[in-house]
């Protein structure tokens, strides 16, 4: 019998969560840096974040969710990070616009 934790859908919300959303921030973070102003990248940005936590909280909730040493996650675990990824976002975010003025 196939475990809820073994379904494709709980393996690609944590390949999302753990790689290639947080992938997604630095290469857009990149791409405001060059863009120089305030545009669509920023509203895409921050799409991704909200869909960060969004797939962190069905991967725990409905898939058994893992932290990223392979133990049982928790609640407790996404709140922490649900509260840990908007200020880092938001530092990388300001940092990205402030590269973008001085370069």
Known sequence: MEQVSDRPQGCLLRL????FGNLSLLMLGLLIIEENRFSTLDFIYWAIVVA????????????????????????????????????????????????????
């Open 16 to 19: 999302f969560w753990m790689g």
């Open 52 to 103: 960060l936590g969004v797939a962190r909280l069905v991967d725990i909730s409905r898939f058994q969710g893992r932290t990223i040493e392979g133990e049982p996650a928790t609640m407790r675990h996404f709140r922490r990070y649900a509260w840990r990824l908007p200020l880092i976002a938001a530092g990388f975010w300001i940092t990205a616009h402030l590269l973008s003025r001085m370069l």
